[in-house]
C-alpha cells in the first residue's frame, strides 16, 4: 500500500473522536440529570410528609408520639448516618452507595406506603433516613469528580433551582396527593410515587454514572455512629413520649443519661483523633470562635424549623379544618419569599453586608412570627388563607437570608484541610437540630393540647389548637432571638468575600466534596 492510500484515514479519525467526546458528554449530563432528581426526591420527601400528617393521624389512629416519630425519625437516622455515608462513598465508590442508597430509599419509600399502622411506618421512615443518608452524600461528590471547576458554577445554578422548586412543589405535592384520594389510598401515595423515581434512577444510573473513589478516604468511625444514635434517641425519645405517659421518672433519667453519653462521645472522639486520625466529630473545628457559633446557630435555627412546620400544618388542618389542598396552597407564598431572599442574599446582600444579613433575617422571621401570633389570635377559627399571607412572607423572606448564607459564613474561618469535615458536620448538626424541634413539639404544642379536644365541638378544636399554635409560636421567636445574639460570633464578612471571592476551593475529606459556592450552601 502505498502513502497516498494512507492518507484518507486521517480526516475519518477526527469525527469519530468528536463523535467519542460527544457521547461522553451527554453521558455526564444524563448522571447529572439523575443524581438531581434524587436530591429533588429526598428534598421534597422532606417536606411533603407534613401535609399529610393529619391524614395519616385519622387513617391509621396514630398517637401524637407516633406523629412525632414519622417526621423525627427520618430526620434522627439521616443525620446520624450522614457523614459515614460520605466516608462509605469514598471507600467503596460514589456511584455504588449512590445506587445502594437509592435502592433502600425506594424500598423503604414502598414500606411506608404499605403501612399497615403507625409502628410499621415509623420504622420504615427510620430505614428512609438511613438509605438518604447513604444516597445524598454521593450527589455533590458526583458532581466534583463528573464536571471540572469552570463548569461547577452553572451545575450549582441547577443545584439551586431544585432546591428552590422542591421547597415550593413538595408541599403542593403532598396536598394533591392527598387530596385526590387516588384508587382510596389517602395518604399512601405520597411514599408511593418514589418508587417509580427510584427505580428509573437505579436503572439508568448504572449506566450512565461514572464510577469513583477518594484517593485517600477517612476510615470509618462506627462506634461514634452508636454514641451520637443512642444519645439522641435517649434525648428525644423521652420528649416524645413523656407527655403521654405523664412524665415518668425513668423519661427524666434518659435525657439526663442522654448527657453522659454526649460526654463519652467527646471522649471518644479525642482518643479516634489521635489514634487514626478520622473521627466522626473533628473536635479541633470547634477552637474557631466563628465554626462553634455557626454550629449552635444551625443546630437552634434546625429545632426552629422542626417545631414550626409541624405545628403550623398541625394547626390548619386540625384546628382550622382546612383540607390538604387549602393548607399547602396557603404555604406557597412563603416558598417562594424564601427562594426569592435566598437568591438575593448569596448573589447581592451577602458580599456587601456580610454578617448583617443573617442577623436581618433572624429579626425579620421573629417579627414574621410575631405577627402570625397577633394574627392568629385576632381572627382565630375564622382566618382566611390571604390573612395568612403577610406573616408567612414576612417569616419567609427571614428565613431565606439565613438558609443560604449560613454555611458559607460558619466555614469562612475554617482551615482549609478541615472544610470538608466541617461542612458535614454542619449539615448533619442541621438535621440533629430538627429532630429535637420534632420532639419539643410534644412540650410546647401537645403540652397545651390533648387527645381529647379532637373529640369537641370544632370552635372548641379551634381555639385549642390555636392556643396551642400561638404557644409554638413564641418558643420559635424567643429561640430566633438567641440565634440573633449568637451570630455576633460570626465574621462579620467571609474571607472569600473580603478577598474578592475570585478563588474556588475543592476539599474532599472522606465526609462530603465542599465547594466554596455560596449558593450550594443553601
Not at 433516613?129 to 458526583?142: K, R
Not at 449539615?427 to 437540630?433: A, I, P, V, Y
Not at 379536644?453 to 385549642?464: I, K, Q, R, V
Request: proline fraction near 5%; include cysteine.
Amino acid at each position: 500500500m502505498s502513502s497516498h492510500d494512507a492518507v484518507p484515514s486521517a480526516p475519518v479519525a477526527a469525527p469519530e473522536a468528536a463523535d467519542a467526546a460527544d457521547a461522553a458528554d451527554r453521558r455526564r449530563w444524563i448522571a447529572l440529570a439523575i443524581v438531581m432528581t434524587a436530591a429533588f426526591m429526598d428534598l421534597v420527601d422532606a417536606t411533603i410528609v407534613n401535609i399529610a400528617i393529619p391524614s395519616i393521624e385519622r387513617d391509621l389512629s396514630a398517637s401524637f408520639g407516633a406523629i412525632q416519630w414519622i417526621t423525627a425519625g427520618y430526620a434522627l437516622a439521616f443525620a446520624a448516618g450522614l457523614i459515614t455515608g460520605g466516608r462509605l462513598g469514598d471507600i467503596y465508590g460514589r456511584k455504588r452507595l449512590f445506587l445502594t442508597g437509592t435502592a433502600g430509599f425506594t424500598l423503604a419509600s414502598a414500606l411506608c406506603g404499605v403501612a399497615a399502622n403507625q409502628e410499621m411506618l415509623v420504622g420504615s421512615r427510620l430505614l428512609q433516613g438511613a438509605a438518604a443518608a447513604l444516597m445524598v452524600p454521593q450527589v455533590l461528590s458526583i458532581v466534583h469528580v463528573t464536571f471540572p471547576a469552570h463548569e461547577r458554577g452553572k451545575v450549582f445554578g441547577m443545584f439551586g433551582a431544585i432546591i428552590g422548586l422542591g421547597a415550593v412543589s413538595g408541599p403542593l405535592l403532598g396536598a394533591l396527593l392527598t387530596q385526590w384520594n387516588i384508587a382510596g389510598l389517602e395518604w399512601r401515595p405520597i411514599f408511593l410515587i418514589n418508587l417509580p423515581v427510584g427505580v428509573a434512577a437505579i436503572i439508568l444510573g448504572r449506566r450512565f454514572i461514572t464510577e469513583s473513589k477518594a484517593p485517600k478516604a477517612l476510615r470509618l468511625d462506627l462506634v461514634g455512629v452508636l454514641l451520637v444514635t443512642v444519645a439522641l434517641l435517649m434525648l428525644i425519645y423521652p420528649l416524645t413520649r413523656g407527655r403521654e405517659l405523664g412524665w415518668p421518672l425513668w423519661g427524666h433519667l434518659m435525657m439526663a443519661g442522654s448527657l453522659v453519653v454526649f460526654a463519652a462521645l467527646v471522649a471518644y472522639e479525642r482518643y479516634k483523633a489521635r489514634k487514626d486520625g478520622s473521627p466522626l466529630v473533628e473536635l479541633s473545628l470547634f477552637k474557631v470562635k466563628s465554626f462553634a457559633a455557626g454550629i449552635a446557630v444551625q443546630l437552634t435555627f434546625g429545632v426552629v424549623m422542626g417545631i414550626f412546620f409541624l405545628v403550623w400544618t398541625l394547626y390548619m388542618q386540625i384546628g382550622l379544618g382546612w383540607t390538604p389542598l387549602k393548607a399547602g396552597l396557603t404555604g406557597v407564598p412563603f416558598s417562594i419569599a424564601v427562594s426569592t431572599a435566598a437568591g438575593l442574599s448569596v448573589q447581592q446582600l451577602v458580599p456587601r453586608f456580610g454578617r448583617k444579613v443573617l442577623q436581618a433575617g433572624a429579626v425579620t422571621m421573629v417579627a414574621g412570627i410575631l405577627l402570625y401570633f397577633f394574627v392568629a389570635g385576632r381572627y382565630g377559627a375564622d382566618i382566611h388563607p390571604w390573612q395568612m399571607i403577610p406573616p408567612l412572607v414576612v417569616t419567609g423572606l427571614g428565613m431565606g437570608l439565613i438558609v443560604a448564607p449560613l454555611t458559607d459564613a460558619v466555614l469562612s474561618e475554617v482551615p482549609r484541610e478541615h472544610a470538608g469535615s466541617a461542612s458535614g458536620l454542619i449539615n448533619t448538626t442541621g438535621q440533629m437540630g430538627n429532630a429535637l424541634g420534632l420532639g419539643l413539639v410534644s412540650v410546647v404544642f401537645f403540652g397545651t393540647i390533648d387527645e381529647k379536644h379532637l373529640a369537641m365541638a370544632p370552635a372548641e378544636t379551634s381555639a385549642a389548637f390555636t392556643h396551642a399554635f400561638q404557644n409554638s409560636l413564641g418558643w420559635a421567636a424567643a429561640v430566633l432571638a438567641g440565634i440573633f445574639l449568637v451570630m455576633f460570633a460570626l465574621p462579620a464578612k467571609s474571607k472569600q468575600h473580603l478577598e474578592g471571592g475570585g478563588e474556588e476551593e475543592s476539599v474532599e475529606d472522606g465526609t462530603t466534596t465542599v465547594e466554596k459556592e455560596p449558593a450550594l450552601a443553601s
